[in-house]
């Protein structure tokens, strides 16, 4: 059962962190490169983030349990750097899609709205300022799941008994 509960955990950051570079690498430029205004851009990724990050919050359950559950067997030694940074791309994710996304969006509605000339400028700023701060937790939760898949590997590594290259040769 070690060995199942390990790999929940390592399915769960992989997929996890698979979806933050699809999203950040491949499809928001893509997204602005090919659509022919900001605002439709800035639309369509409004609509794919309230998946992207009921996902990461799904993911990063999915490996808090499998995680405290290896804790609990007790057969593993489920390290506490690991755990940590589990729980610190929880809180990033958390923070920018259910506290930050929204705000960013009602900002960008309030900042398109016909008749707001005025307030644009401040709405604006407050935008960008938004935006920063979901990139910015986006960017610890990426590192912190790089982080833990660096571990993983490592650990396997460490636990194999041959070199890399006789497993395959």
């Known amino acids: 059962m070690p060995r199942i509960v390990e790999a929940v955990f390592i399915i769960a950051v992989a997929l996890w962190v698979g979806a933050m570079m699809l999203l950040a690498v491949v499809v928001a430029p893509g997204v602005f490169a090919v659509l022919p205004s900001r605002q439709q851009a800035g639309d369509l990724m409004n609509h794919l983030f309230s998946g992207y990050y009921q996902m990461g919050a799904l993911c990063g359950?999915?490996?808090?349990?499998a995680g405290g559950l290896q804790a609990y067997l007790g057969r593993r030694r489920w390290?506490?750097?690991r755990f940590w940074l589990t729980g610190l791309m929880v809180v990033s994710t958390l923070y920018a899609g259910?506290?930050?996304?929204?705000?960013?969006?009602m900002l960008r509605t309030q900042m398109l709205a016909p008749g707001n000339e005025t307030g644009r400028v401040v709405l604006q700023q407050a935008f960008?300022?938004?935006h920063r701060?979901?990139?910015a937790a986006?960017?610890?939760a990426l590192?912190?799941?790089l982080l833990v898949l660096g571990m993983v590997g490592l650990a396997?590594?460490?636990a194999s008994p041959e070199r890399p290259a006789a497993r395959f040769g």
Do not use: D, K, W, Y
């Open 79 to 81: 390290g506490t750097v």
């Open 98 to 105: 259910f506290i930050v996304t929204p705000r960013a969006q």
């Open 156 to 158: 396997e590594r460490r």
């Open 61 to 65: 359950l999915v490996a808090l349990t």
């Open 143 to 145: 590192l912190s799941g």
């Open 138 to 140: 986006n960017a610890v």
């Open 133 to 135: 701060q979901a990139v």
């Open 128 to 130: 960008h300022r938004a």
